[in-house]
């Protein structure tokens, strides 16, 4: 009885997971309070899943398209999958941090549901070096980066909601907004287990030359852990979102240039 339980409520974390990072239809369930937190053990997950559909999109279209065109479908289809869910926060965070100069500020703006001249910018770069990127892969490479691109990108969130707390306070996060509900949450487990998972699958996708694209998003974690520790005092939904995108660009960056 109490295996089956806990397997309920294990299946029950991985449908939020899936409900959270993309816009599959999943059944509909009751909320609580530590629903994203305990759901976040299986992000890298439904990156392998996110990144196997892209993969598969490169596959089918690869043979009757120029390059060019197949990495602009496969960046459309990651934009639909995932809502721009990881777009909205890299221009929130971008828009922040670029126009803010105090903590109070820079939260105020990212909470603005208009995007400015930072945030802008910084999706059409993103969008715009995912798609030429994706096109400069090796032809034999394309579909693994693309898998290991979205299971590293979601690792990233483990780390940060392990070591940072929420930025806000919760006098000052009135709607309970996303990284309150993840950050200082995640559990020792949850992180331990999901970064094996990553490594598991990066080096059966990569080998070796996987663990590069591993130090790097590690790395862009870890300087924007710092950044945000250092500017707003934590993190916010925001700032995951803007790490997720920069860590996915980072890893089709090395495979080009490997």
């Known amino acids: ?35 994203l937190s305990r759901a976040v053990k299986f992000f890298p997950l439904v990156g392998l899943l996110i990144g196997l559909g892209a993969a598969l999109v490169h596959l089918l279209l690869a043979p009757h398209l120029p390059v060019s065109i ?14 721009s869910l990881h777009e909205d926060g890299l221009a929130d965070a971008a828009d922040g941090f670029g126009g803010g100069w105090e903590r109070t500020q820079v939260l105020t703006i990212m909470r603005d549901s208009r995007i400015g001249s930072y945030g802008a910018l ?19 490479r394309v579909e693994t ?11 990233t969130t483990l780390p940060l909601s ?25 559990t020792r487990g949850t992180l331990i287990l999901g970064s094996l998972f990553t490594l598991a699958v990066i080096f059966a996708l990569l080998r070796i ?29 925001d700032c ?15 495979g080009v240039w490997a």
């Open 162 to 186: 392990f070591y940072l707390p929420p930025a806000r306070t919760r006098s000052e996060d009135v709607t309970d907004g996303q990284g309150a509900r993840i950050a200082y949450l995640t």
């Open 70 to 83: 197949v990495a602009l479908f496969v960046v459309v289809y990651l934009v639909l999958i995932t809502g």
């Open 122 to 140: 910084a999706l059409t770069l993103s969008l715009l070096a995912r798609v030429l990127l994706i096109a400069s892969l090796p032809a034999f």
């Open 145 to 155: 980066y693309l898998i290991a691109a979205h299971v590293v990108c979601r690792w």
């Open 240 to 254: 995951f979102g803007a790490t997720n995108q920069l860590a996915e660009i980072a890893v089709y960056l090395c």
């Open 209 to 237: 030359r996987g663990l590069i694209s591993v130090f790097t998003a590690a790395a862009i974690t870890l300087l924007s852990a710092l950044y945000y520790k250092r500017r707003i005092g934590g993190v916010t939904g």
């Open 1 to 35: 009885m109490i295996a089956a339980a806990n397997l309920r409520r294990v299946g029950l974390d991985f449908l939020s997971a899936v409900q959270f990072l993309t816009r599959i239809p999943v059944p509909v369930r009751s909320y609580e309070a530590d629903t």
